[in-house]
């Protein structure tokens, strides 16, 4: 397994506490002060870190009208334009230095999924901890080396690649110097199926990629991200709205506050019952051992009287002989009177 890596003074990896991203997206809605409000509510969420995307139309797409350019296939989406749609959902860049000096006021980590060398290079400007490429882009092995010649922690998100896609994505990256990379298995669909998130994969690909692992979340919901963390995801990043009645193109499928608030606090509750492996017995449960059963002298006995299954039974509480005894203290005598309901002891046999 990959060691640890961190995030700006944050340690990310097994042992430590899951380093949770509110992806802010497109839920701005074109409104800095909404933006500065999502940023407010991500803190008192339980955020880690909160997240942009930075990007023009240009640098994803041409603006044509031809089919290809033409979303579809059963998205929210469909009928609209690439371009359109990139128009509408992109952050201006000017927004974004005024947005990071927010989140650090606030105590929050700040950066953004870049997705050319142009918006990569304008995040290196703001000087961000870590780098994203998302799922649509990471086939840009361009890129990829590009991103990772910052020699910065570098998140990938894998959404629709297949396994040699992934091995491919992680060989270019380490070759071109990332040398801290966090993998995040991904659904590319808006919202995500839980029955397609193929959980497994997560302690699958830290294994076989020998990378730390994440989840990048698009389901209803905080079953699945709390489950991720269960499996050994080290980061989760989830869309973050004030509210999904406001429009906009990721709104519904995003998370509220409150959900947020209660994915982290459940988050936090799995990772302390995650532990470590032990057999010991720990001090609240070692002081329910006295309701274990021993063995109890369940009719009154006269010296003398030998010890039969009518008279010696193994019950609640633990004060007596440990059960495992049963047939050694069978057909001894009694070395006295013993009242019924006397834990048996070495000491009242003959």
């Known amino acids: 397994m990959s060691q640890d890596i961190s ?5 990310i990896g097994p042992g430590h506490p899951c380093y949770i991203v509110a992806e802010m997206s497109a839920n701005h809605g074109g409104e800095y002060t ?6 407010h509510a991500a803190k008192e969420a339980g955020a880690d870190a909160i997240k942009l995307q930075t990007f023009t139309p240009d640098g994803h797409t041409l603006n044509g009208d031809q089919p290809c350019f033409r979303v579809g296939g059963g998205t929210l989406w469909d009928g609209r334009t690439l371009y359109d749609l990139y128009q509408e959902t992109t952050m201006p860049w000017e927004w974004q230095p005024r947005l990071q000096q927010l989140a650090h006021n606030l105590g929050l980590d700040f950066f953004s999924a870049c997705v050319d060398k142009a918006s990569a290079d304008f995040l290196e400007t703001l000087n961000v901890p870590v780098h994203k490429i998302p799922s649509f882009d990471v086939t840009d092995l361009e890129l990829v080396r590009h991103v990772a010649g910052f020699g910065k ?3 990938l998100s894998t959404g629709m690649a297949t396994l040699g896609e992934i091995d491919e994505l992680v060989r270019t990256a380490r070759e071109a110097g990332a040398r801290d990379l966090i993998l995040l298995k991904c659904t ?4 995500a199926d839980p029955g397609e998130m193929n959980l497994r994969t997560i302690p699958h690909m830290a294994e076989a990629m020998n990378v730390l692992v994440g989840l990048s979340d698009h389901t209803m919901g905080i079953a699945v991200p709390v489950a991720g963390v269960a499996l050994g995801a080290c980061l989760i990043e989830k869309h973050f709205t004030l509210s999904r009645t406001l429009p906009g193109p990721d709104s519904s499928f ?3 506050p409150g959900e947020f608030r209660a994915m982290v606090d459940a988050v936090r509750t799995v990772e302390q019952a995650l532990g470590a492996v032990s057999y010991e017995v720990g001090a609240k449960e070692a002081a329910s051992r006295v309701f274990r059963r021993s063995l109890f002298i369940v ?3 006269a010296a003398g009287e030998v010890l039969a299954r009518d008279n010696v039974r193994c019950i609640r509480p633990g004060h007596g002989l440990h059960p495992r005894y049963l047939p050694q203290v069978l057909g001894r005598k009694a070395a006295r009177k013993i009242i019924r309901g006397t834990p048996l002891s070495w000491d009242l046999l003959a």
């Not at 995030?7 to 340690?11: A, K, L, Q, T």
């Not at 909404?34 to 940023?39: K, N, S, Y």
């Open 188 to 191: 590319s669909a808006y919202p």
């Open 254 to 256: 995003s998370m509220e």
């Open 153 to 155: 922690p570098l998140i």
């Open 299 to 301: 009719r009154d006995l």
């Open 7 to 11: 995030i700006g003074s944050r340690p």
């Open 34 to 39: 909404r933006a500065e409000a999502i940023v």
